[in-house]
Nanobody, 119 residues
């Protein structure tokens, strides 16, 4: 059973920084991509950033230049460095790992971690 454990969320003032981590454990084979989504109250879940294996990272326009996604493949861990945080970044952030086996893709989600940006 693949499990994802997120950490690093919390309360931060506008302009501040946080670093989220997501460690994957279990039968991890063929990671296709790792990334982060978020869901704010009353809104749909949206992609924040994704880093495909051997591919180019992608960011939501709203976080470009402020957030940086990275991976430690040896640890099956993905990070999200969030700088210059704004109140509109307040949301529950979810880690996602997509595994590819033959022609089959399967995604796994973390439990979600709260990020609150407020003065």
């Amino acid at each position: 059973q693949v499990q994802l454990v997120e950490s690093g969320g919390g309360l931060v003032q506008p302009g501040g920084s946080l670093r989220l981590s997501c460690a994957a454990s279990g039968p991890i084979f063929g990671i296709y991509a790792m990334g982060w989504h978020r869901q704010a109250p009353g809104k749909q879940r949206e992609l924040v950033a994704v880093v495909p294996t051997g591919g180019t990272t992608n960011y939501a326009d709203s976080v470009k230049g402020r957030f940086t996604i990275s991976r430690d493949n040896a640890k099956n861990t993905v990070y999200l460095q969030m700088n210059s945080l704004k109140p509109e970044d307040t949301a529950v952030y979810y880690c996602i790992v997509i595994l590819k086996t033959m022609a089959t893709f399967r995604d796994y989600w973390g439990q979600g971690i709260q990020v609150t940006v407020s003065s």
